[in-house]
């Protein structure tokens, strides 16, 4: 059981560059969520996803697109790389529906540079 | 609004003194709230939840909806408490609202 795995680990980019974060998880979670981390803010979060097919914005969308065509799978994309962009990413997943929140379990998180 | 306000950044104590981490929190439905730990080199993970009332790494945390707070509290600090730890809230779909977080430091 792998967990919430993400990549790549380390990522530099110029400005107006797109990518791509990976993130998976083998634990068949509904809920899913990508957060970014910067000095001072905590995690905020970017887009989230309740189920395949399905997915809505967080605290700090722009700029940021996803799509979840799988449970397992919950990709990030970059459009336009831009220094404003510069931090550490986090991927999260756990059980969802109405009710308790769950634990959220995260990945290793994926530290970006914008230049 | 929905708000977790952590009022410290940076938490030095020394070890096996007390430690006491705040939070306090807005929200106006009834709230579920956590606290995460990231240790150096680690992913969060979860440390405790309001619901379970439980102790964790001798960790209590209390809820107090009159003052809307949630401090994480700890009577003999040790060195290995050293880490960020984040206060969050979750509302009734899962999501999570996390504070800005406290840097624990805890020296010898």
């Known amino acids: 059981n792998a967990g919430v795995t993400q990549t790549p680990k380390f990522q530099v980019l110029k400005t107006g560059q797109s990518m791509t974060l990976q993130c998976a998880q083998d634990?068949?979670?509904?809920?899913m969520s990508w957060y970014r981390q910067d000095p001072g803010m905590g995690l905020r979060l970017i887009h989230y996803?309740?189920?395949?097919?399905?997915?809505d914005q967080g605290e700090v969308p722009n700029g940021y697109n996803v799509s979840r065509s799988t449970t397992e799978d919950f990709p990030l994309r970059l459009l336009s790389a831009a220094p404003s962009q510069t931090s550490v990413y986090f991927c999260a997943s756990s059980y969802s529906g109405q009710g308790p929140t769950y634990e959220q379990y995260f990945g290793p998180g994926t530290r970006l540079t914008v230049t | 609004a929905q708000r977790v306000t952590q009022p410290e950044k940076l938490l030095s104590v020394f070890k096996g003194a007390p430690v006491e981490l705040k939070c306090n929190y807005s929200y106006s439905g009834s709230p579920e709230l956590f606290w995460y730990v990231q240790y150096s080199r680690q992913r969060l993970q979860l440390l405790l939840r309001h619901i379970s009332r439980e102790s964790i790494k001798g960790f209590t945390a209390d809820l107090n909806k009159g003052e809307t707070s949630f401090h994480l509290k700890k009577p003999f600090a040790q060195e290995e408490d050293s880490a960020m730890y984040y206060c969050?809230?979750?509302?009734?779909?899962?999501?999570?609202?996390f504070g800005a977080g406290t840097q624990v430091v805890v020296t010898p």
């Open positions: 634990m068949n979670h509904e809920y």
């Open positions: 996803s309740v189920g395949a097919g399905i997915t």
């Open positions: 969050a809230l979750g509302d009734s779909w899962g999501k999570l609202q």
